[in-house]
C-alpha cells in the first residue's frame, strides 16, 4: 500500500463514422507527430486462406508495385512509415477466450508526412504486384529458410505457444499461423510455384482483394488534437476507396497438441518444459501477485537445483495472463532430473518459509516492471489498446 501511483490516463474518444468504421482516438502530449493505426477485419477469411494471408503480408513491401521498385519503396517506408508494420493481429478481451483477427497497419508519421503514410500503406496493401515469379520464389524460399532458423534456435517458443493453444483458441491460431503449420505449408507453396506459379499469383491476389474491405475495420490514432483532426479526415478518405461487403465470421479448428511432445531439430542445445493452464493448478485466472511468486521460485528453488546442481544453462518460469504459467529449461544436460525438479516444486512450496520482508523485495521488484514509464505515444496506443 505504501507504494507510489503515478499512471498517466488518456481519454479515449470511441466513435463510429459516416461509412461505419469504428474510429478510435487519444489525445498525447506531443507537437506535430503521431501513431496511425489500421484494422481490416480478417475473420471472414477460410482456415484454408489463414497461411496464404500470412505470407501475402510477408510479402509487402518486399516486391514492386505498379508504381514502384521494391527497392524504391524501402526509401518511401523508411522516410513516411517509423517504425511501419503490417501483420495479423489477434485481438482478445482479458479473461475472455473469444478473439478477433484483423490485418493491422500500423505507423508514426509527422503530422505533415500523414497523407503520404496513407497513400503509401493504401499502395503496399493493394497495388502490390506478386507477377515476378523469380523474386516471389525466392522470398517464399527466403522466408521458409528464415522460420527455420527461427525455430532451430528457439524452438521452445514455438512448443509453448502449441501447448498453451491446447486451451486457448487464440494461442491455437497464433501457433498455426507462425510455427510448425505454417513451415508445412511454406514447403508445399516452394514445390508448387515449381510447377503452378500462377496458381500462387492467383490465390495472393485473392487474398488481396479479400482484404480490399472496410466493413468491420477499425481506425486508431494516437497524437495532438491537430493532428487527430487531419488523421479523421485522411482516414475517413482511405476507407472510402474499399468496398463494404459484409463479414462473416468463421469458425476456426485447429490440432490439439499431445499431453506429451517432443519436437526435434538441427541443434545440440536440449530444452525442457512444462505448461499448465490455470485451472489446471487450482486457479481461476491470472493475478498480478503471480509475478512477484514466479521470481521467487527462479531464485529460491530453479536456480539452486537446476543450474548450480544439475548443469542447466538457464531455468524460465513464468505466468502469462491469458494462457497459463511455463517451466523452461535452456542449454540443459538432463531430462528425467530437470523433471524430477518440476514434480517436487509443490512439496518444496508447502514448506517453504519466507518472512514478509523476502516477500515485500519481490513485490517491490514485481511492481517497478509495471511502473516504467511509457513515451507518450505508446501510452496512448496502450490507453486505445485496452478500449
Do not use: C
Not at 227 to 247: C, H, M, R, W, Y
Not at 295 to 309: F, G, H, K, N, T
Not at 337 to 359: G, H, I, N, R
Request: avoid cysteine.
Amino acid at each position: 500500500s505504501s507504494l507510489p501511483e503515478e499512471v498517466r490516463t488518456y481519454d479515449v474518444d470511441d466513435s463510429v463514422a459516416e461509412n461505419g468504421v469504428r474510429m478510435l482516438t487519444a489525445e498525447a502530449a506531443v507537437d506535430d507527430v503521431g501513431e496511425a493505426l489500421i484494422f481490416l477485419d480478417a475473420a471472414g477469411l477460410p482456415q484454408e486462406d489463414l497461411h496464404w494471408f500470412t505470407l501475402y503480408t510477408a510479402l509487402i513491401g518486399e516486391m514492386d508495385t505498379s508504381s514502384h521498385t521494391h527497392e524504391e519503396l524501402a526509401s518511401l517506408l523508411t522516410r513516411y512509415l517509423y517504425g511501419g508494420s503490417i501483420r495479423l493481429s489477434l485481438v482478445s478481451t482479458y479473461g475472455a477466450k473469444d478473439y478477433h483477427p484483423y490485418l493491422r497497419a500500423s505507423w508514426i508519421a509527422a503530422d505533415d508526412d500523414l497523407a503520404s503514410g496513407y497513400d503509401l500503406v493504401y499502395e503496399l496493401l493493394f497495388d502490390t504486384q506478386f507477377t515476378d515469379t523469380e523474386n516471389l520464389l525466392g522470398l517464399i524460399t527466403q522466408n521458409r529458410a528464415s522460420l527455420k532458423s527461427a525455430i532451430t534456435g528457439s524452438p521452445y517458443s514455438a512448443q509453448l505457444y502449441r501447448a498453451f493453444g491446447a486451451w486457448s483458441p487464440l494461442y491455437a491460431h497464433y501457433d498455426y499461423v507462425n510455427f510448425l503449420p505454417y513451415y508445412s505449408f511454406l514447403e508445399q507453396v516452394e514445390q508448387l510455384m515449381q510447377s503452378n506459379p500462377e496458381a500462387v499469383i492467383e490465390k495472393l491476389e485473392q487474398i488481396q482483394q479479400f482484404m480490399h474491405n472496410r466493413a468491420g475495420a477499425i481506425s486508431a490514432y494516437a497524437g495532438s488534437r491537430e493532428g487527430i483532426d487531419v488523421n479523421t479526415e485522411l482516414a475517413a478518405s482511405f476507407f472510402a476507396k474499399l468496398e463494404d461487403q459484409p463479414v462473416e465470421p468463421v469458425s476456426y479448428q485447429f490440432e490439439k497438441p499431445a499431453q506429451r511432445e517432443a519436437l526435434i531439430v538441427d541443434s545440440t542445445v536440449q530444452y525442457n518444459s512444462i505448461v499448465s493452464d490455470y485451472s489446471g493448478m487450482g486457479l481461476e485466472e491470472y493475478t498480478a501477485d503471480l509475478d512477484a511468486v514466479s521470481a521467487l521460485i527462479s531464485d529460491v528453488y530453479l536456480m539452486p537445483m537446476l543450474r548450480e546442481q544439475y548443469g542447466v544453462y538457464t531455468p524460465m518460469h513464468g505466468y502469462i495472463d491469458d494462457a497459463g504459467s511455463y517451466f523452461v529449461t535452456y542449454r540443459d544436460p538432463n531430462i528425467q532430473e530437470t523433471f524430477s525438479v518440476y514434480e517436487a516444486l509443490p512439496e518444496y512450496l508447502k514448506t517453504l518459509a519466507a518472512d514478509q520482508q523476502t516477500l515485500d523485495g519481490y513485490i517491490l521488484s514485481s511492481y517497478a516492471g509495471y511502473a516504467m514509464p511509457e513515451g507518450e505515444l505508446s501510452g496512448a496506443i496502450s490507453s486505445i489498446s485496452q478500449v
